[in-house]
């Protein structure tokens, strides 16, 4: 029964069309994450996997623990680099031969940006070119430094007393000196997920928005509900090859993906914190980013999961395939559209829609808490547990209002 | 094996579908005959348990057949008037997923279904898919997935409407061929494809069965006498608005009809043994005309 019914949503045309759409997205995907270039020592840009290979010998020459002598290292690399002829010169191949002697230490670099800024929000690429001289004792400390200032300041509103000081705890207990090394797989990896992932969810939303209303668009389900098993195995049936559907082709689809882009750009780095990476500088949350992929993963499977489960509710619930497929539609596109409503309450809630699942990597960066059994959360754990249950809840009730259509 | 129907009665809003019809069914086959928005799709759509009724019972072996639920419906076989179908499915897929939905072991299920393919006529194209099939070819794919479980109980919803002449008598063939041992209700409007192979045929009007038994005992039962006679072109309006004329055809005399009345219309008039039609004409009177293909 269950291979029939993922037979009905795979053989149609349009089925096969979206398919085929959502196997030309994964390339389109993959070739842009990978898409990393090296600049040689002529300055000129080099692309593909031998790049790759250049780039992340360069960058692993820096790994290791990014302790005060690494960190003082590396910028006075930079001022040594900064201060050369070639990006002194005027003329730009010159310039780019001098970045080219950068990239070993870039990521150092814009750690060190986000560290001695002006400002907890204000990011300056050209910082490190101008400091004189740093104080790489400071480089953890100010991270927390910039925080408590921006709650005293610019964000004393926005947070309680117990929210900022669980905010400088979160800080407080991110374990220093970290370890640097290479992440550019993982990041990039993070990057291009959620384009893929919002257009799996309408596409899978597509497939499954026929499993239940295509009995009546065909008009069998004369047939189907006169049948031995149309009110109880044949319907959860159905949800089995919805789920079946959601899950084994998201899977398919990150898999593939996930190994492309690691194989290609290099799973080196699993183990680093998110914060040894520019984009989580700022993040509060205590996570590898092996950890922080595997989150991403996960809440893109929920958020297709219950995105997909909702539309097959709708489905089962108004017979009609384009009233579900616009479910997906919806989640993905009104939340924006609902941003431009600014108020502290909206917000909260914004960063709890699931939308939000689809882009578990920018999620990792709200400060959005939420006082749950007595104690605060970020959104992320609570997007992962309120999402799941309701997915429970979501699968069960298509099967009971499909089989109450049954009866007239 | 009895069917019993108890004082059934469906009203969708002002209108009474089906109102209060008892019947009791037994092996054989039995001809559903009436007029369009008659009543037969719903009264047939209760027996499948698709629509429940506003009151009455109805018992399979002195059970109710909506308690039984999928126990009843594994003795079922319905083929619906709007018969539904899955385009993208070969005709072989189609009935296996039948099969499967109906509750049949897989094993058992392919082997039923190549018998049912030979049978209907559908084996060499069995990898076709359904929606490059002919109204015919589609028909006879839905007698099979009917026939899949080899119901007890075996309901066709208008099954010859919308074929031609040649589709339905193969057809009608193929239902006489299968309706052995078990309960066949045939509903149509079209009273030539019961006429041959229904025993006992249940006349429907305004959701009442309003006359019950064999084609001898309904023709019998016609308290009006059937008279041919050949009159000429300028009477013909006359007589269609005095009397029920089942049949007109020109001859080189005039026209020849064929007329019920309980007198004689006129003195050259010839008496004739009535048929089904004129039992179906003289029951729906002018409703019987509103479908051409009704005779």
């Known amino acids: 029964m269950i291979f029939y019914e993922i037979k009905k949503t795979v053989s149609r045309t349009g089925g096969r069309i979206a398919l085929g759409l959502l196997l030309f997205t994964l390339a389109v995907s993959c070739f842009l994450a990978v898409r990393v270039y090296y600049v040689n020592e002529e300055g000129a840009r080099e692309y593909g996997y031998s790049a790759v290979q250049k780039l992340r010998a360069a960058q692993k020459e820096w790994a290791g623990v990014l302790d005060e002598e690494r960190l003082q290292a590396a910028f006075q690399e930079n001022i040594r680099i900064r201060h050369s002829p070639e990006a002194l010169s005027e003329d730009i191949t010159e310039n780019n031969i001098a970045f080219s002697r950068l990239q070993g230490i870039f990521e150092i670099r814009s750690l060190i940006n986000e560290s001695y800024a002006e400002g907890f929000r204000s990011y300056d690429y050209y910082l490190a070119d101008r400091l004189t001289s740093v104080n790489a004792a400071d480089f953890y400390q100010n991270r927390v430094r910039l925080l408590r200032e921006w709650l005293e300041t610019d964000a004393k509103d926005q947070f309680t007393e117990a929210e900022k000081a669980w905010l400088i705890r979160q800080y407080e207990e991110l374990d220093t000196p970290f370890f640097y090394d290479y992440v550019k797989g993982w990041r990039r990896a993070m990057e291009y997920f959620p384009t893929l992932v919002m257009l799996a969810v309408m596409i899978l939303g597509y497939l499954v928005a026929g499993i239940f209303s295509c009995e009546y668009q065909s008009k069998a389900e004369a047939v189907f509900f006169a049948s031995a098993y149309g009110r109880s195995r044949a319907v959860s049936a159905k949800v089995k090859a919805g789920l079946l559907t959601v899950t084994g082709i998201y899977w398919a689809l990150a898999g593939c993906y996930s190994a492309f882009v690691l194989a290609f750009l290099g799973a080196d780095g699993a183990s680093c914190p998110v914060q040894a990476d520019r984009g989580g500088w700022k993040c509060f949350y205590h996570l590898t980013m092996g950890q922080a992929y595997v989150l991403v993963l996960l809440g893109g499977y929920l958020g297709c999961l219950f995105l997909s489960g909702l539309t097959m509710l709708v489905s089962a619930k108004t017979r009609s395939s384009v009233a579900a497929v616009m479910v997906p539609f919806g989640a993905v596109f009104l939340p924006s559209f609902l941003s431009f409503i600014q108020h502290p309450l909206m917000n909260h809630i914004l960063v709890l829609l699931p939308n939000r699942l689809l882009d578990m990597g920018s999620t990792l960066g709200y400060f959005y808490l939420y006082p749950v059994g007595g104690q605060l959360h970020g959104a992320v754990p609570l997007l992962l547990i309120l999402y799941t249950a309701l997915s429970l809840v979501l699968y069960p009730m298509q099967y009971v209002e499909y089989r109450r259509l049954s009866k007239k | ?295």
């Open chain 2, 1 to 295: 094996m009895l069917l019993e129907v108890t004082e059934l009665t469906k009203a969708f809003r002002d209108t009474m579908a089906v109102d209060h019809i008892s019947c009791t069914l037994g092996n054989g086959v039995y001809g559903l005959l009436g007029v369009n928005g008659a009543g037969k799709t719903t009264f047939m759509r209760m027996l499948c348990t698709l629509l429940l009724p506003d009151s009455g019972a109805i018992r399979w072996e002195g059970s109710d057949i909506f308690s039984m639920g999928g126990a009843y419906r594994k003795l079922l076989g319905y083929l619906p008037q709007d018969f539904g179908y899955y385009p993208d499915f070969t005709i072989q897929d189609y009935l296996l997923y039948i099969a499967s939905i109906k509750g049949l072991r897989p094993a058992y299920a392919k082997k039923h279904a190549e018998q049912l393919l030979q049978q209907v006529g559908l084996w060499d194209i069995r990898k076709q898919k359904m929606k490059k099939l002919s109204g015919g070819m589609k028909r006879r794919a839905g007698i099979a997935q009917a026939m899949l479980n080899d119901p007890q109980i075996l309901i066709l919803d208008e099954p010859t409407a919308g074929l031609d002449p040649r589709e339905r008598i193969r057809f009608r063939n193929l239902i006489s061929e299968i309706a052995d041992k078990r309960l066949v209700l045939l509903s149509t409007h079209i009273v030539s494809d019961i006429e041959y192979i229904a025993g006992e045929i249940l006349l429907m009007k305004d959701g009442k069965l309003t006359l019950t038994g064999t084609t001898q005992e309904l023709t019998a039962s016609m308290p009006e006498q059937v008279w041919r006679c050949t009159v000429q072109r300028e009477q013909l309006d006359h007589y269609l608005q005095h009397y029920q004329v089942s049949n007109i055809r020109n001859t080189a005399d005039g026209v020849e009809l064929r007329i019920l009345s309980a007198s004689c219309p006129m003195a050259e008039a010839v008496p004739e043994p009535a048929t089904l039609e004129d039992v179906f004409l003289y029951h729906f009177g002018e409703k019987a005309g509103a479908d051409h293909d009704i005779l």
